[in-house]
């Protein structure tokens, strides 16, 4: 008995690698037809070397590839790489490139990163406006962080620069709920019942 269950644990261990070539080549092929989801997954087996030998220079090819498309995870992962410098050069301009895009998107967390890049001058010039309209928004969204880089910033503005920045704040939200709002085209979402 104890042999049959050997067999087949060996069994088992041996198609693993098969299974996982092919999920890899799937993944691989459908990222290539521009799957953001299949592209992300790509990403993430070069950066961590998972199931393919790690390689930074394919993992940002492939974050590029989604975050491109709108990908906010993708655009995270990017900010992250380019700031830390993490397998590829250090570039503020480029971090704040792609955390300003998950940002404009409604990410909080990319919102507390872009205030704080503003408060430093990190790839951005230093604005205490900005980075007080980003860390309110992060705020919001329920970024606990953002309260510090709130007060901090707070400490340094005048009264018209906290107006300004509260103004900003109140056209992003009115802009994001505008473009969230579904156009009335006058045509009726569901069809009137046929009449006999």
């Known amino acids: 008995m104890k042999a049959i269950h050997g067999l087949f644990a060996a069994l088992i261990w041996s198609a693993m690698p098969h299974a996982h070539a092919a999920g890899w080549e799937e993944s691989l ?17 070069y950066a961590k070397g998972k199931g393919v030998a790690r390689d930074m220079k394919q993992a940002v090819t492939w974050f590029t590839k989604a975050a491109e498309q709108g990908n906010t995870d993708a655009q995270m992962k990017l900010g992250a790489l380019y700031l830390g410098g993490k397998g590829l050069p250090k570039d503020g301009m480029e971090s704040a490139k792609w955390y300003g895009m998950a940002a404009a998107a409604g990410v909080p967390a990319a919102q507390l990163q872009v205030a704080r890049m503003h408060l430093a001058g990190t790839g951005v010039p230093k ?6 309209k980003w860390a309110t928004l992060a705020n919001a969204g329920g970024e606990k962080q953002a ?4 007060s901090l910033v707070r400490q340094r503005m005048n009264a018209a620069q906290i107006a300004k920045g509260e103004t ?9 709920k505008l473009s969230e709002t579904p156009i009335d085209t006058g ?3 569901v069809a009137p019942p046929l009449e006999e």
Request: charged fraction near 30%; hydrophobic fraction near 55%.
């Open 29 to 45: 092929a459908k990222a290539n037809a521009g799957d953001v989801a299949a592209q992300v997954e790509v990403a993430e087996s």
């Open 127 to 132: 604005d205490d406006v900005e980075a007080y």
């Open 147 to 150: 309260r510090a880089v709130i």
């Open 168 to 176: 900003m704040v109140a056209d992003f939200l009115a802009a994001k």
């Open 187 to 189: 045509v009726p979402k």
